[in-house]
């Protein structure tokens, strides 16, 4: 597999011929969403939010394998499922052993009980919200909203001045959270991915 991200404007329409002649398909798109946390009118939170600990390492990497759908991975139909989930478990695995003190794990709920996670990155004044997920049960509920609260929240309290994050354009569920608390988007990208001859999804 090879992947290539170009944006989307038509300087770059040369290059998204060019990947089409290769062989190369477009899998996703993605966008920058960006907030300024000194002029964000958020809710109040509800829900506290902890530093994760040892004890909450599998439930985190359980609703890790459980809770994605989308990115460029999964809207791939030629990429396996089961790798696809693999992706993230092994992204909180890896954030959760960083000894980088920039990442951070931040869980909902007591331990034992986990609800949902959160990874950022601080570093001064700005955070980059990496990973967010919520236990499969809690799927249509507002626990997906008050986690994106809870953490934007905290991170003010802490002295971040802004955020930043990377998201799907498929993932209207996330999109809609991040219009709601006034995010605002820009960059948008294009995924190409391209595959060996005879590779294909092998889940059946």
């Known amino acids: 597999l090879c992947a290539c991200t170009i944006p989307v404007d038509e ?27 000194q002029r964000a009118q958020l809710p109040k939170a509800r829900s506290e939010l902890r530093l ?14 459980q809770s994605f759908r989308n990115g460029r991975y999964h809207a791939d139909p030629l990429f396996p499922q089961e790798l696809a989930d693999k992706r993230y478990y092994h992204w909180v695995r890896n954030a959760l052993a960083a000894k980088d003190t920039i990442d ?6 007591k331990p034992g009980s986990v609800q949902g996670f959160f990874h950022i ?8 919200l990496r990973l967010v997920a919520i236990a ?10 008050e986690i994106y609260v809870s953490t934007l929240n905290m991170l003010r309290g802490m002295g971040v001045r802004r955020v930043q ?5 498929a993932n209207t569920a996330v999109m809609n959270v991040h219009a709601m608390l006034g995010f605002s ?3 948008p990208e294009m995924i190409f991915h ?4 005879g590779f294909g999804r092998k889940d059946d």
């Open 121 to 128: 990155t601080k570093e001064e004044d700005f955070s980059d």
């Open 185 to 187: 988007f820009s960059a």
């Open 136 to 145: 499969p049960q809690f799927k249509g509920s507002v626990l997906g909203f």
């Open 194 to 197: 391209w595959h060996q001859d």
């Open 165 to 169: 994050s990377v998201i799907s354009a």
């Open 52 to 65: 994760a600990q040892l004890d909450d390492r599998d439930a985190i990497e359980a609703i890790a394998r």
């Open 11 to 37: 300087s770059h329409s040369f290059w998204k011929c060019s990947l089409r002649d290769a062989g190369f398909d477009i899998v996703d798109f993605s966008l920058q969403a960006a907030l300024s946390l």
């Open 104 to 109: 951070r794990v931040y869980v909902m709920g």
